[in-house]
């Protein structure tokens, strides 16, 4: 089984070099998982702040990636005990 530590830092390292080159509504993807990985730890800051991040980049363009969007809160939600709401 892999480290979920590990893949994390991944995910943050590959962002960090996207940024560089990369506008945000390109880096969506993955920030959006990378919310989820945040959430599943119980790292509710850091996953409020890239959700944060990515509802600046939302709208009709965006639209693909709401499925996404939604599964993230949905992770956000349950992190913070709102399973109920995480339902939703």
């Known amino acids: 089984r892999g ?5 994390v830092s991944s995910i943050e390292q590959a962002l960090a070099a996207l940024s560089a080159e990369t506008s945000l509504p390109w880096q969506l993807p993955g920030r959006l998982l990378l919310a989820r990985a945040y ?11 890239v959700l944060n991040d990515a509802a600046e ?4 363009s965006m639209a693909l990636h709401e ?22």
């Not at 969007?69 to 399973?83: D, F, N, T, V």
């Open 39 to 49: 959430a599943a730890l119980g790292l509710r800051g850091p996953a409020e702040r």
């Open 67 to 88: 499925p996404q969007r939604l599964i993230s809160k949905s992770w956000y939600a349950a992190a913070k005990g709102m399973e109920r709401r995480a339902v939703e």
């Open 57 to 60: 980049h939302s709208g009709p």
């Open 3 to 7: 480290d979920f530590l590990d893949v």
